[in-house]
């Protein structure tokens, strides 16, 4: 099969969703699909490439910053991601896309089957969900939802990696089919230095972008409420990532007197991330909002224990009190004392974090997420050739009769 997966974040561009397009793409390839992404172009970054087994096509945007985009950016990828399409498809016309994001991909995607009648299925991953981050994205979901609604009414399926956005999307979109697809994870890759563990002091990591959505504030002011507390137990904390919060997280650090106790590692690449997780005790990401995080089951897989919040209590990642405890967001005293109870007790990290790998072994693997997929685009596209031939079936033929 014919697979055209279109993103406007793929590495080294964006977070967690650019990531899950590269192991999807690798392993649709893998089973024999002949699998093309496009993406958004970046300065030193080649416009054509072949990676582990499938094309890469970068179009020119407008981006200013590897770790995010604006709308108005994310306009020109729709321009231009469109223009790439429809010139790609004249010689090499998939039998599927895979929209990663409604907006502003899936915009591609429905311009693609009105053109070339090219089926697709919409991926949703977050800030594209209607009602995720309501309080910030609000205004931005409001005014694309005409956009949303026309690209969700002829997707061919959508998906979502978690049940939190199935219940958003069903709020805003009632009465729709959403199968959930998790993101998977390369057990190999984060394959545990289990001898590195358990050293004072304890290290707490946490990744992502530095962003409000991610919660950082509360994680800095739960470790500054154990330090007034006389907190024998030595901890440091290894904040992992950037975004536009990092200034305000590095004043907030001097300000709660954490200078020795809290260190900026800044972006890592992908490839270094395995030592990351290898180097630390305990996993904390105590976001405001989430779909499926990639970083909690990186950690899962590197067999940490996991504090996260309770948004993410429907996908059984984290079971709490199992393999890591979920905590309400924002609430800095709970935080505070799940962070303080694994510092206390070796047995318990080690305990939990086997736990964790067990889970992510058993049901988080790239290889299964990339069959469902499959499944979907098999559906997809014969539900779509079905349609088409009721469609042509009943075009009249004019008559050879002569006129009476």
């Given at each position: 099969?014919?697979?055209?997966?279109i993103n406007y974040e793929f590495p080294p561009l964006g977070g967690g969703a650019g990531n899950a397009t590269a192991h999807l793409a690798k392993e649709l390839a893998q089973q024999g699909n002949e699998v093309v992404v496009l993406t958004s172009g970046f300065r030193g970054l080649p416009r054509k490439e072949h990676f582990n087994g499938f094309d890469i096509h970068r179009v020119p945007v407008i981006r200013l910053r590897k770790d995010r985009c604006s709308p108005w950016e994310m306009l020109t990828f729709i321009l231009s991601a469109s223009i790439t399409t429809l010139r790609i498809c004249l010689t090499r016309r998939p039998d599927v896309s895979i929209a990663f994001f409604g907006i502003p991909s899936g915009v591609v995607s429905y311009l693609l089957k009105i053109f070339y009648k090219v089926p697709y299925c919409v991926s949703l991953r977050g800030g594209d969900v209607p009602g995720f981050l309501s309080n910030k994205l609000g205004m931005y979901h409001r005014l694309t939802a005409p956009i949303t609604r026309l690209v969700w009414k002829n997707a061919g399926q959508i998906v979502a990696n978690s049940n939190r956005l199935k219940t958003l999307a069903n709020h805003f979109y009632p009465n729709i089919e959403i199968p959930i697809i998790p993101n998977g994870v390369d057990t190999d890759r984060y394959e545990p230095d289990v001898s590195n563990k358990n050293k004072d002091p304890i290290r707490i990591l946490t990744a992502g972008r530095l962003s409000e959505q991610k919660g950082i504030v509360f994680l800095l002011k739960a470790l500054s409420s154990l330090n007034k507390d006389g907190f024998l137990k030595e901890f440091v904390l290894n904040i992992v990532?950037?975004?536009?919060?990092?200034?305000?997280?590095?004043?907030?650090?001097?300000?709660l007197s954490l200078r020795n106790h809290v260190t900026f590692s800044g972006w890592i690449a992908k490839e270094d991330m395995p030592k990351m997780y290898q180097s630390a005790d305990i996993f904390v990401l105590p976001s405001l909002d989430e779909g499926m995080p990639n970083a909690v089951l990186e950690a899962m897989a590197?067999?940490?224990?996991?504090?996260?919040?309770?948004?993410?209590?429907?996908d059984a990642l984290i079971i709490d009190g199992h393999n890591g405890?979920?905590?309400?967001?924002k609430n800095v005293s709970i935080l505070s004392e799940k962070i303080s109870l694994l510092l206390k007790d070796t047995k318990l990290r080690t305990e939990m974090g086997q736990r964790s790998f067990q889970i992510v072994r058993s049901k988080y693997k790239w290889k299964d997420v990339s069959n469902e997929y499959y499944k979907h685009l098999i559906s997809i596209r014969k539900n779509y050739e079905k349609e088409w031939s009721t469609k042509t079936k009943y075009i009249s033929v004019p008559s050879n009769r002569s006129n009476l």
């Open positions: 099969m014919k697979i055209l997966i990532g950037d975004g536009p919060l990092r200034q305000h997280l590095e004043q907030m650090v001097c300000n590197s067999k940490l224990p996991v504090i996260t919040t309770n948004i993410l209590k429907d405890f979920l905590v309400p967001s």
